[in-house]
């Protein structure tokens, strides 16, 4: 019995290190996991399920043959790079989509997962602007749009965000712990895994009157890192980014 747990892999054309990264993660690490949850930002950018790249067809039907294989269920939660990504493609990459924030019983403990943007509250530009984007009157009207201006649209959003995160400092990127302890009380657990800092991390901290624990499950640049969860306990690994190649 084994759970694992990943996020930010980002995967682009122009990054296939982590492409194959992802590969040999399911080939060699994940075969034995009844399941899998990826906590968002899967891909660098999603403009809608209508979009068909070789890459997005790649990786859905390598997901679709590990999870067939290995007779292993796969879930996804929406990152703020992803959030379009809809049932159409979550059908062809043989993933059950979940709330933004949802409790799971991982053997025996009450645990939240969420893909951890909610948590960053002192960005402030973000906050506001996630509220406008994810408004469904809004992503109706943008899914209506020429795919092609939608791809124009979304890459410009995506420069953007990397330009100001060179000025924005740690505090502001972090989540802030009073959100945390906040919502984990709110959802009664004493364990919360999420992505998003990419800041692969184990903390520990008093919550509900006892301790806590909050794993960050970290990026895929230069690392690979992944939750693994069993009856014996969890752990967070982070291993070089071609482990699984050597």
Not at 64 to 70: M, R, V
């Given at each position: 019995?084994?759970?694992?747990?990943?996020?930010?892999?980002?995967?682009s054309?122009?990054?296939?290190?982590?492409?194959?990264?992802?590969?040999?993660?399911?080939?060699?690490?994940?075969?034995?996991?009844?399941?899998?949850?990826?906590?968002?930002?899967?891909?660098?950018?999603?403009?809608?399920?209508?979009?068909?790249?070789?890459?997005?067809?790649?990786?859905a039907?390598?997901?679709?043959?590990?999870?067939?294989?290995?007779?292993t269920?796969?879930?996804?939660?929406?990152?703020?790079?992803?959030?379009?990504l809809?049932?159409?493609?979550?059908?062809?990459?043989?993933?059950?989509?979940?709330?933004?924030?949802?409790?799971?019983?991982?053997?025996?403990?009450?645990?939240?997962?969420?893909?951890?943007?909610?948590?960053?509250?002192?960005?402030?530009?973000?906050?506001?602007?996630?509220?406008?984007?994810?408004n469904?009157?809004?992503?109706?009207?943008?899914?209506c749009?020429?795919?092609?201006?939608?791809?124009?649209?979304?890459?410009?959003?995506?420069?953007?965000?990397?330009?100001?995160?060179?000025?924005?400092?740690?505090?502001?990127?972090?989540?802030?712990?009073?959100?945390?302890?906040?919502?984990?009380?709110?959802?009664?657990?004493?364990?919360?895994?999420?992505?998003?800092?990419?800041?692969?991390?184990?903390?520990?901290?008093?919550?509900?009157?006892?301790?806590?624990?909050r794993?960050?499950?970290?990026?895929?640049?230069?690392?690979?890192?992944?939750?693994?969860?069993?009856?014996?306990?969890?752990?967070?690994?982070?291993?070089?980014?071609?482990?699984?190649?050597?």
């Open positions: 019995m084994r759970t694992l747990f990943i996020a930010d892999l980002h995967l054309e122009h990054h296939r290190h982590i492409t194959d990264a992802l590969f040999g993660f399911l080939d060699k690490e994940a075969t034995n996991a009844e399941t899998l949850y990826i906590l968002g930002d899967m891909f660098e950018v999603w403009i809608g399920d209508d979009e068909h790249t070789p890459l997005m067809d790649e990786v039907q390598k997901l679709t043959t590990y999870a067939k294989k290995n007779n269920k796969i879930y996804y939660i929406h990152g703020n790079r992803d959030f379009m809809g049932k159409r493609y979550a059908k062809q990459a043989s993933m059950i989509l979940l709330p933004e924030h949802t409790e799971i019983d991982l053997y025996g403990t009450k645990t939240l997962i969420m893909h951890g943007d909610t948590l960053c509250l002192f960005d402030k530009n973000y906050q506001r602007m996630r509220k406008v984007i994810h469904p009157v809004l992503q109706f009207i943008f899914n749009l020429p795919l092609s201006l939608r791809k124009r649209i979304g890459w410009k959003i995506r420069t953007a965000s990397q330009s100001k995160k060179q000025y924005k400092n740690n505090n502001m990127m972090g989540v802030t712990e009073q959100e945390v302890i906040r919502l984990m009380e709110y959802h009664g657990v004493q364990q919360l895994i999420h992505g998003h800092t990419h800041q692969a991390f184990n903390h520990r901290f008093e919550v509900n009157g006892q301790t806590g624990k794993f960050d499950v970290g990026d895929w640049y230069k690392n690979l890192s992944f939750v693994d969860a069993n009856p014996e306990g969890t752990e967070l690994v982070v291993l070089p980014i071609d482990y699984y190649q050597q």
